[in-house]
T-cell receptor, first 111, second 110 residues
């Protein structure tokens, strides 16, 4: 049982490039979320999903897309990277109970 | 707009002392209040959580105190240890979303 896994661990992008951050969980959790963590800002919700085929926006969705075609996977797409998207990104999942499990994070730098 | 306000931003406590971190919220629809602990380079991990129908919850050295009327809750770490040095986040859940405070960096000096 690997829990929540994220790839890559580190990524450097140039402004305007696109990429996909991968997230997978093997706990059969319905709910999955993406957060970004910036100094002094805590964790801010980007997008979330309450089940396969259902996604919704969080606090800071602009510049990011998500899809949820399977229960296990919840990729986050950056369409045209900007320096303001330099951050640490965390994926999380939970069952219908309250406890949320976080992945190890992806550190993204946009130059 | 910060829905959960956390203080202090940083905290230094001597080994064996009590660490106290405070959070306040506005949205009365929140129904679950967890605290997360994060070590450098790791994802946050659930430490302890409380629901608003309980005023206090204790797990080992960690206690949450909850004041529903004041819309405040706090984390107390008794007998703080150097291994407790980490960043702590309070959070509140409502409408399927978990909203986080800005975090408190705790350093426990030996």
């Amino acid at each position: 049982n690997a829990g929540v896994t994220q790839t890559p661990k580190f990524q450097v992008l140039k402004t305007g490039q696109s990429m996909t951050l991968q997230c997978a969980q093997d706990m059969n959790h319905e709910y999955m979320s993406w957060y970004r963590q910036d100094p002094g800002m805590g964790l801010r919700l980007i997008h979330y999903s309450v089940g396969a085929g259902i996604t919704d926006q969080g606090e800071v969705p602009n510049g990011y897309n998500v899809s949820r075609s399977t229960t296990e996977d919840f990729p986050l797409r950056l369409l045209s990277a900007a320096p303001s998207q330099t951050s640490v990104y965390f994926c999380a999942s939970r069952a219908s109970s309250y406890e949320q499990y976080f992945g190890p994070g992806t550190r993204l730098t946009v130059t | 707009q910060q829905q959960v306000k956390q203080s202090p931003q940083s905290l230094i406590v001597q080994k064996g002392g009590i660490s106290i971190i405070n959070c306040a919220y506005e949205n009365t629809a929140f129904d679950y209040f967890p605290w997360y602990q994060q070590f450098p380079g790791k994802g946050p991990a659930l430490l302890i959580a409380i629901r608003p129908d309980v005023s206090e919850k204790k797990e080992g050295r960690f206690t949450i105190s909850f004041n529903k009327s004041a819309k405040q809750f706090s984390l107390h770490i008794m007998d703080s240890q150097p291994g407790d040095s980490a960043t702590y986040f309070c959070a509140a859940r409502g409408f399927q979303k978990l909203v986080f405070g800005t975090g408190t960096r705790l350093l426990v000096s030996p």
